[in-house]
């Protein structure tokens, strides 16, 4: 089956700092990948829907200049979590929809980075 | 808008059957998934319905009435493995997004 990867799995960093995180998918190109956040004990909120050569598309009460978002190509999208606090801590997963299937019943998970903000 | 709802929390019993349901008010929706995700790790993909009625597959079955906005997921012969956070999330005809519903955490006692 296709196959999404995301790196770094875990990072830890200083409040203030910037963090990038990448997706990628790996055998299968995606020209729009999606990314959500995870706190713990609660469920996945979609951050963001990224657009291979375009601007992403952020849901409401998504700071875009906070969470910068770049997908360059068909196989990689990354997320900036720009100037982060503690309250930025969190599960970051991405998935990835394959262009070549039809429907929307295709689309794969990343297994996740966790950001801590100290 | 939106709006996707389970239970939060179950309790079953290990080798018995367990119903998660989900209902759902969205515009435009157009199929509704199952994922199933273990503590700190990513969700993986159940089950896809985008028409009425039962699919089966192994020991995992999901159901949907799109007229009822009302879905399923039944696990038969739970093992502790199946302790998990199980996911309902539909998908929206007008975009290729997925909205998640807050995620149902099952328990499985011996």
């Known amino acids: 089956g296709a196959v999404v990867s995301q790196h770094p799995s875990r990072v830890i960093c200083k409040s203030g700092t910037s963090v990038k995180i990448e997706c990628r998918s790996l055998?299968?190109?995606?020209?729009?990948m999606f990314w959500y956040r995870q706190f713990p004990k609660q469920s996945l909120m979609l951050m963001a829907t990224?657009?291979?050569?375009?601007?992403?598309?952020?849901e409401q009460g998504v700071e875009k200049d906070k969470f910068l978002i770049n997908h360059a190509s068909l196989t990689l999208s990354t997320l900036t979590v720009t100037s982060a606090h503690p309250e930025d801590s969190s599960f970051y997963i991405c998935?990835?929809?394959?262009?070549?299937?039809?429907?929307?019943?295709?689309?794969?998970f990343g297994p996740g980075t966790r950001l801590t903000v100290l | 808008g939106q709006n996707i709802d389970q239970p939060t929390e179950m309790t079953a019993t290990e080798g018995a059957i367990v119903q998660i349901n989900c209902t759902y008010q969205t515009s435009g929706f157009n199929g509704l998934f199952w994922y199933q995700q273990h503590a700190g790790e990513a969700p993986t993909f159940l089950s896809y319905?985008?028409?009425?009625g039962l699919e089966e597959k192994g020991r995992f079955s999901s159901f949907l009435s799109r007229s009822k906005g009302y879905s399923y997921l039944l696990l038969k012969e739970l093992q502790m493995k199946d302790s998990a956070s199980y996911l309902c999330?539909?998908?929206?005809?007008?975009?290729?997004?997925?909205?998640f519903g807050s995620g149902t955490r099952l328990s499985i006692r011996p």
């Open positions: 319905n985008v028409l009425d």
């Open positions: 999330a539909g998908t929206l005809s007008s975009a290729s997004k997925i909205i």
């Open positions: 998935s990835a929809r394959d262009i070549s299937a039809g429907g929307d019943n295709e689309q794969f």
């Open positions: 055998d299968f190109q995606a020209t729009t």
């Open positions: 990224s657009n291979e050569g375009s601007k992403a598309t952020y």
